[in-house]
């Protein structure tokens, strides 16, 4: 009956004319199945969460508000569409600089997907649920028909048609490779919605709608990644580490064993890889001594293992296949600018 | 049925129940779609339950990992039970365990493309009667660590069987309380290494082909530092003359081939009662971390090594660290079998043989700087064996008695 009634209020969006603003009013009659995001064990399929009225399009319900991130994860050059679910009357308490605490009953969806407008094609979508007892991961795998995805539970690899690296073996991640990355001390956590990777205009709208308690201090301090060329580059570099590496590169991540700690906040130039030796890096260290040496990019293990898609030696292990250049480009610049002596 | 059959059967399933009442065997054969069900298996693994892997090989694409306490990976035997990694395409080992009270039983792996089995955070793992190897042999391009439990406490490898990792075939890294014994290690850089532990027994262990036997070292700028408290005994420790082809960077690159025992910037150790012979560098090695380190928090000395009764066999007669085809020269062609670098206290070696010593002063001095000389540390009196038998929890052990 209910998916009746949305079927009209859709097409007559359609019908319309001005389908996205037409729908957006449409859209506030669906609502999040906070049971399915509360207590199902694991829900089957991405629509048994209510988080979108239109999936494939990637319209949220209410209550689910799309974001971005100013630098983002690299994930073989997917574009990704995230959104964060607060259930109503609860809110999200903001904490410095650092992830916004989301209540119990929240929710972070992240769509996988390539190619734009007509030729979008979904791959997959995680989602991040906040439970009485902590945060899961699901991974969910979209059909080929781009009506439904289902839980993926054990990952899948598909051969994927990408714009920039044409065809690849893409890699949706098992449910224990999510939190592989999403664990400090073990506990699933959410990685992104840091408040100093997220707008301060977002923040503000988030603040206004009463979905976050309060502007945190530091919103928006990392640069936005399309504008790096205009950032200082010291900030670039660091911000790209801080969210494509240090999930597992600090003290409490996977790669804890290792001593590199690669967060924004880390100043040690040792633990931020300066002069480090590696650890355990096995083949990965290329036949080079340090993670960084400073002014030499070519004898840096840090950008011989990011510019590897070789598994054993390529970094990040999980989450990608192919290198990201335009990384690899910054760290590259930021290493070489050091001054040799200073550190 | 009839009421007495029910009776009956609830009974016995009363007197088997000494796992868990709800605890489960879940049997995966090899085949198409392994990759799927096995870590499907892993994954919606409870407690206590039991994923027995059928004999055959596991053709694999990705690396598989495991995240419930608990839980028992059981193959056919370490040759029967083969997970094939030959065609992996990513992840950084063939299997990683992240959970508490896991035992891993009777399987093989092969050829994962970085390492083999790492376990981190798991505390009271078992490794028993594993086989990972690289079947080319020693490679380059060969994993790192054959099995490589790290950051974790009581940790126990038993009769396991590594071959060509590129850096150590047993490789206990940063964890607490551990015992490696009846294992073997051939054909790795290092065969067997404790590194920056506290706490281990190494023994009953055969190093044979590696580049370094057993190594026991601590190394600086990482987050469990001071190493101490290990044992080294009753291994046969020979033949470990492979080259060294680890990538340089790691510090296993620096062991010089032709190693037995080499001891590294560690506190209170015991070599006692092995066998050694053969090892073309020296049969034991004690010595200061090599390089330099603004880290204050670390202590790059050797500091209170003991050894003592150990059989001597033929060693240094082609030794292969810094210097070393000088150091053959000087000392008509073969050096003796336990070297010290000078560094360090109370290092202490009652083997009955002279030791080399290169007369450093400080760690990380240029071989220019060496003062070597044949010097006799066996020291004033009987020495006593000091350090305490680890012991690890009784379910651990009860896991190799079955």
Same mark, same amino acid.
């Given at each position: 009956?209910k998916?009746?009634?949305?079927a009209?209020?859709?097409?007559?969006?359609?019908?319309?004319g001005?389908?996205?603003a037409v729908?957006?009013?449409?859209?506030?009659?669906t609502?999040?199945n906070?049971?399915?995001v509360?207590?199902?064990?694991?829900?089957?399929?991405?629509?048994?969460?209510?988080?979108?009225?239109?999936a494939?399009?990637?319209?949220?319900?209410?209550?689910?508000?799309?974001y971005?991130l100013?630098?983002p994860?690299?994930?073989?050059?997917?574009?990704?569409?995230?959104?964060?679910?607060v259930?109503k009357g609860?809110?999200a308490?903001?904490d410095?600089?650092?992830?916004?605490?989301?209540?119990?009953?929240?929710?972070?969806?992240?769509t996988?997907a390539?190619?734009?407008?007509?030729?979008r094609?979904?791959?997959?979508?995680?989602?991040?649920?906040?439970?009485?007892?902590?945060?899961l991961a699901?991974?969910y795998?979209?059909n080929?028909e781009?009506?439904?995805?289902?839980?993926?539970?054990?990952?899948?690899?598909?051969d994927?048609?990408?714009?920039?690296?044409?065809?690849i073996?893409y890699?949706?991640?098992?449910k224990?490779?999510?939190?592989?990355?999403?664990s400090?001390d073990?506990?699933?956590v959410?990685?992104?919605?840091?408040?100093?990777?997220l707008?301060?205009?977002?923040m503000?709208?988030m603040?206004?709608?009463?979905?976050?308690?309060?502007?945190?201090?530091?919103?928006?301090a990392l640069?936005?990644?399309e504008?790096?060329?205009?950032?200082?580059l010291?900030d670039t570099?660091?911000a790209?580490?801080?969210?494509n590496?240090?999930?597992?590169h600090?003290?409490?991540g996977?790669a804890?064993?290792?001593?590199?700690?690669?967060?924004?906040e880390?100043?040690?130039?040792t633990?931020?890889g300066?002069?480090?030796?590696?650890?355990?890096?096995g083949?990965?260290?290329?036949?080079?001594?340090?993670?960084i040496?400073?002014g030499d990019?070519s004898?840096?293990?840090?950008?011989h293992r990011?510019?590897?898609?070789?598994?054993?030696?390529?970094?990040?292990?999980?989450?990608?296949?192919?290198?990201?250049k335009?990384?690899?480009?910054?760290?590259?610049?930021?290493?070489?600018?050091?001054?040799?002596?200073?550190f | 049925?009839?009421?007495?059959?029910?009776?009956?059967?609830?009974?016995?399933a009363?007197?088997l129940?000494?796992?868990?009442a709800?605890?489960?065997?879940?049997?995966?054969?090899?085949?198409?779609?392994?990759?799927?069900?096995?870590?499907?298996?892993?994954?919606l693994?409870?407690?206590?339950?039991?994923?027995?892997l059928?004999?055959?090989?596991?053709?694999?694409t990705?690396?598989?990992?495991?995240?419930?306490d608990? +839980?028992?990976v $059981?193959?056919? @035997? !370490?040759?029967?039970?083969?997970? &094939?990694f030959?065609n992996?395409? %990513? #992840?950084?080992e063939?299997l990683?365990?992240t959970?508490?009270n +896991?035992v891993? $039983?009777?399987? @093989? !792996?092969?050829?994962?493309?970085? &390492?083999?089995?790492?376990s981190? %955070? #798991?505390?009271?793992?078992v490794y028993?009667?594993l086989r990972?190897?690289?079947?080319r042999?020693p490679?380059?391009?060969?994993?790192?660590?054959?099995i490589?439990?790290?950051?974790?406490?009581?940790?126990?490898?038993?009769s396991?069987?590594?071959?060509a990792?590129s850096?150590?075939g047993?490789?206990?890294?940063q964890?607490k309380?551990?015992?490696?014994?009846?294992?073997v290690?051939?054909?790795?850089v290092?065969g067997?290494?404790?590194?920056?532990?506290?706490?281990?027994?190494?023994?009953?262990?055969?190093?044979?082909?590696?580049t370094?036997?057993?190594?026991v070292?601590?190394?600086?700028?990482i987050?469990?530092?001071?190493g101490r408290?290990?044992?080294v005994?009753?291994?046969?420790v020979?033949d470990?003359?492979t080259?060294n082809f680890?990538?340089e960077?790691n510090?296993?690159a620096s062991v010089?081939?032709?190693?037995?025992?080499?001891?590294?910037?560690h506190?209170?150790?015991e070599?006692?009662?092995?066998v050694?012979a053969?090892n073309a560098?020296?049969?034991?090695?004690?010595t200061?971390?090599?390089n330099?380190?603004?880290?204050?928090?670390?202590?790059?000395?050797?500091?209170?090594?003991l050894?003592?009764d150990?059989?001597?066999?033929?060693?240094?007669y082609?030794?292969a660290?810094?210097?070393g085809?000088?150091?053959?020269?000087a000392?008509?062609?073969?050096?003796?079998?336990?070297?010290h670098?000078?560094?360090?206290?109370?290092?202490?070696?009652q083997d009955?043989?002279?030791v080399?010593?290169?007369?450093?002063?400080?760690p990380?001095q240029?071989?220019?700087?060496?003062?070597?000389?044949?010097?006799?540390?066996?020291?004033?009196?009987?020495?006593?064996l000091?350090?305490?038998?680890?012991?690890?929890?009784?379910?651990?052990?009860?896991?190799?008695k079955q």
């Amino acid at each position: 009956m209910k998916r009746l009634s949305l079927a009209i209020l859709g097409a007559a969006a359609l019908s319309a004319g001005s389908a996205i603003a037409v729908q957006a009013t449409a859209i506030e009659v669906t609502v999040v199945n906070d049971t399915a995001v509360l207590e199902t064990r694991m829900p089957r399929a991405l629509s048994d969460y209510g988080f979108f009225t239109d999936a494939a399009g990637q319209i949220p319900s209410a209550n689910v508000t799309p974001y971005r991130l100013n630098t983002p994860l690299y994930t073989d050059s997917a574009s990704k569409l995230r959104f964060a679910y607060v259930p109503k009357g609860k809110q999200a308490v903001a904490d410095g600089e650092g992830l916004l605490k989301f209540p119990v009953g929240s929710a972070l969806i992240k769509t996988f997907a390539y190619g734009e407008g007509e030729d979008r094609r979904l791959i997959e979508t995680r989602v991040l649920l906040h439970r009485a007892d902590g945060w899961l991961a699901l991974p969910y795998k979209w059909n080929d028909e781009q009506t439904e995805a289902k839980l993926a539970l054990v990952g899948a690899r598909l051969d994927v048609d990408t714009p920039e690296h044409g065809t690849i073996s893409y890699r949706v991640p098992n449910k224990n490779q999510c939190k592989q990355c999403h664990s400090i001390d073990d506990t699933v956590v959410p990685i992104g919605p840091k408040a100093r990777n997220l707008s301060s205009d977002w923040m503000a709208a988030m603040v206004k709608a009463g979905h976050v308690d309060a502007m945190p201090q530091g919103t928006g301090a990392l640069p936005v990644w399309e504008h790096r060329q205009e950032a200082d580059l010291n900030d670039t570099a660091r911000a790209y580490l801080d969210v494509n590496c240090a999930h597992c590169h600090q003290p409490q991540g996977k790669a804890s064993n290792s001593g590199l700690d690669l967060r924004w906040e880390q100043d040690d130039p040792t633990s931020v890889g300066i002069r480090k030796r590696p650890v355990a890096a096995g083949r990965g260290s290329g036949g080079l001594n340090f993670s960084i040496v400073p002014g030499d990019s070519s004898r840096s293990i840090m950008v011989h293992r990011m510019g590897s898609d070789n598994p054993g030696v390529a970094m990040p292990e999980l989450g990608k296949t192919t290198v990201d250049k335009d990384g690899v480009d910054v760290i590259t610049r930021w290493i070489d600018a050091m001054p040799e002596k200073t550190f | 049925m009839n009421k007495l059959n029910r009776m009956c059967l609830a009974a016995g399933a009363l007197l088997l129940a000494a796992q868990p009442a709800w605890a489960e065997t879940i049997t995966i054969a090899p085949g198409d779609g392994a990759q799927e069900r096995l870590q499907e298996a892993l994954i919606l693994a409870e407690p206590g339950d039991e994923i027995v892997l059928e004999a055959g090989r596991f053709a694999l694409t990705d690396g598989l990992s495991l995240d419930v306490d608990g +839980v028992t990976v $059981r193959g056919a @035997g !370490m040759d029967q039970t083969v997970l &094939d990694f030959s065609n992996q395409m %990513g #992840a950084g080992e063939g299997l990683l365990v992240t959970s508490d009270n +896991v035992v891993l $039983r009777e399987f @093989g !792996m092969e050829n994962s493309k970085g &390492d083999g089995i790492k376990s981190k %955070g #798991a505390d009271n793992i078992v490794y028993y009667k594993l086989r990972v190897e690289w079947t080319r042999g020693p490679h380059e391009e060969n994993g790192a660590y054959a099995i490589y439990p790290v950051e974790s406490e009581n940790v126990l490898v038993d009769s396991v069987t590594t071959i060509a990792a590129s850096d150590a075939g047993i490789y206990v890294g940063q964890s607490k309380n551990i015992i490696v014994r009846n294992s073997v290690a051939k054909y790795n850089v290092a065969g067997i290494e404790i590194e920056n532990s506290y706490g281990a027994d190494v023994y009953n262990n055969l190093a044979v082909n590696n580049t370094g036997g057993i190594l026991v070292f601590d190394l600086p700028d990482i987050p469990q530092q001071g190493g101490r408290d290990v044992r080294v005994f009753e291994n046969i420790v020979v033949d470990n003359n492979t080259r060294n082809f680890a990538p340089e960077g790691n510090i296993v690159a620096s062991v010089p081939s032709g190693m037995g025992v080499m001891v590294m910037s560690h506190f209170n150790v015991e070599v006692f009662g092995n066998v050694f012979a053969e090892n073309a560098t020296g049969n034991v090695l004690i010595t200061a971390y090599p390089n330099e380190t603004e880290d204050a928090d670390y202590n790059p000395l050797p500091v209170n090594i003991l050894v003592k009764d150990n059989i001597q066999g033929r060693a240094g007669y082609k030794p292969a660290m810094r210097g070393g085809e000088m150091l053959a020269a000087a000392f008509g062609g073969t050096i003796p079998p336990v070297t010290h670098d000078g560094n360090g206290s109370d290092i202490v070696v009652q083997d009955g043989v002279p030791v080399l010593s290169l007369g450093f002063t400080k760690p990380a001095q240029p071989f220019t700087e060496a003062q070597p000389s044949v010097v006799d540390l066996s020291g004033d009196a009987d020495k006593p064996l000091m350090l305490k038998p680890i012991v690890l929890p009784e379910a651990m052990e009860a896991v190799v008695k079955q």
